[in-house]
């Protein structure tokens, strides 16, 4: 069991985001986290990442080896950062000077992405693409065993995502777990994978292949 989520419920004064979730997933799984435009997916995400409290219900998981990819990206324009000062952040703890491990690391990421030749590149250069495979590379290079993804492939570019769901498969396969907001399971890759269906409360929580069998007209 890497988290076990019981009865979660997060509410703003009189608005009830999310009401008695529950869910549970073991090491190696691969969850998708479905649900409409206000269905509670990126507060459920902030209950997972510890950036928001719960109403009540608890959260437990067992690895503090979190990585994650934001949906909206916090990019200050012309803010004076590189690629590579942007991915060393990502690392457990920093130092005024980085590594050679440490770049050796990055760079190996980098052509893994394709955008090697950015290393040195402001951020506020790239396109939102290129900014999203940054920091997607940012959210790796500390080897988390749970890996959360808000709408990842929103902003990359559509040459890039086959790539991009071959990694995830490649990570999972290893042993990562992976948490993988979306709006739909249209293009995905489905195979040995769950779902977590919400709308405030669940509403389906098991094997994809159950989900569309019996409740895609949901979505």
Same mark, same amino acid.
Request: net charge positive; proline share 3%.
């Given at each position: ?5 019981? !009865? ?11 009401? !008695? ?38 959260? &437990? ?9 934001? +949906? &909206?990206?916090?990019?200050? +324009? !012309? ?52 900014? +999203?495979? *940054? ?50 399971? %249209? ?9 977590? %269906?919400?709308?405030? !409360? *669940? ?8 989900? +569309? ?7």
């Amino acid at each position: 069991m890497i988290a076990q989520i019981n !009865n979660i419920s997060v509410r703003f004064d009189q608005i009830t985001a999310l009401e !008695n979730i529950s869910f549970s997933l073991n090491k190696g799984d691969f969850l998708y986290v479905l649900g409409p435009n206000g269905a509670g997916k990126s507060t459920l995400i902030k209950v997972l990442t510890r950036s928001l409290k719960p109403s009540s219900g608890t959260i &437990m998981l067992t690895t503090n080896k979190l990585g994650f990819l934001p +949906q &909206m990206l916090n990019r200050k +324009q !012309n803010f004076p950062i590189t690629v590579i000062e942007t991915i060393y952040t990502g690392f457990d703890k920093q130092k005024l000077i980085m590594s050679k491990e440490e770049k050796l690391i990055i760079f190996k990421w980098l052509e893994k992405m394709g955008i090697s030749h950015l290393a040195k590149n402001m951020m506020h250069t790239l396109s939102g693409g290129e900014q +999203q495979r *940054v920091y997607l590379i940012r959210a790796l290079v500390s080897n988390p065993e749970l890996l959360i993804l808000d709408e990842p492939t929103s902003a990359l570019d559509p040459d890039f995502r086959k790539a991009f769901h071959d990694l995830l498969n490649d990570l999972n396969a290893k042993g990562v777990t992976i948490i993988f907001v979306t709006h739909d399971l %249209h293009n995905m890759d489905t195979v040995n994978k769950k779902v977590l %269906h919400i709308d405030k !409360n *669940v509403l389906y929580f098991g094997l994809c292949s159950n989900y +569309q069998k019996e409740v895609s007209h949901h979505v």
